[in-house]
C-alpha cells in the first residue's frame, strides 16, 4: 500500500538519516582498523623522513646519534614495503567485522518510504536493524 507524500517525504528523511550513520559508522570502523593496523608503517616511515637530511633533517638526538642516511633510507623502504601486507590484514579485520556484525544488512532501499508493509527482523535471524526480506537463504555469509 503506497505511503501518502507528506508521510513518504518523512519516511524518506529518516532512512537517508538511517543509512548516513551506518555509512559513517562504517567508515569510522574502517579508519580505526586502518590506524591501529598501519601503526608500525606510520611510524617507521615517519621516522625515516624525519631523520633523512634531504627531506626534514631534524635536530632531534637519535637523528644524530643513531639514524645517518642511509639508515634513515633504509627505514622509509622498510615501511613502504610492509606497508602491502599490512593493508591486506587491515582489509580482512574489516570485512571479518563488517560481516559478524552486519553492517552492510542495515542499508535500507529507499522502496520502504514509499510503500508500507516493511517488517523488523527477529533476534533470532540475526540481524542488528530492520531490514525487508532477512532470510537466511539469501544472505551468502551464513
Not at 54 to 75: G, P
Not at 79 to 108: E, H, K, T
Not at 123 to 128: C, K, N, R, T, V
Request: proline share 4%; aromatic share 10%; hydrophobic share 50%.
Amino acid at each position: 500500500q503506497p505511503r501518502s507524500p507528506c508521510c513518504c517525504l518523512a519516511w524518506t528523511l529518516l532512512i537517508g538519516t538511517m543509512n548516513s550513520l551506518v555509512f559513517l559508522l562504517n567508515l569510522l570502523l574502517m579508519f580505526v582498523i586502518f590506524t591501529v593496523v598501519l601503526l608500525p608503517t606510520i611510524v617507521v616511515v615517519y621516522f625515516g623522513f624525519q631523520c633523512h637530511s634531504q627531506v626534514l633533517h631534524s635536530s632531534a638526538r637519535y637523528c644524530k646519534s643513531i639514524l645517518d642516511d642511509n639508515s634513515s633510507s633504509a627505514l622509509i623502504i622498510l615501511g613502504f614495503v610492509i606497508m602491502s601486507p599490512l593493508l591486506v590484514v587491515a582489509m580482512a579485520i574489516y570485512c571479518s567485522l563488517a560481516r559478524r556484525l552486519q553492517l552492510l544488512v542495515c542499508f535500507q532501499p529507499y522502496s520502504l518510504a514509499l510503500y508500507k508493509g516493511g517488517r523488523c527482523c527477529r533476534p533470532g535471524e540475526g540481524a542488528l536493524c530492520w531490514a525487508r526480506g532477512c532470510s537466511r537463504q539469501l544472505r551468502a555469509w551464513v
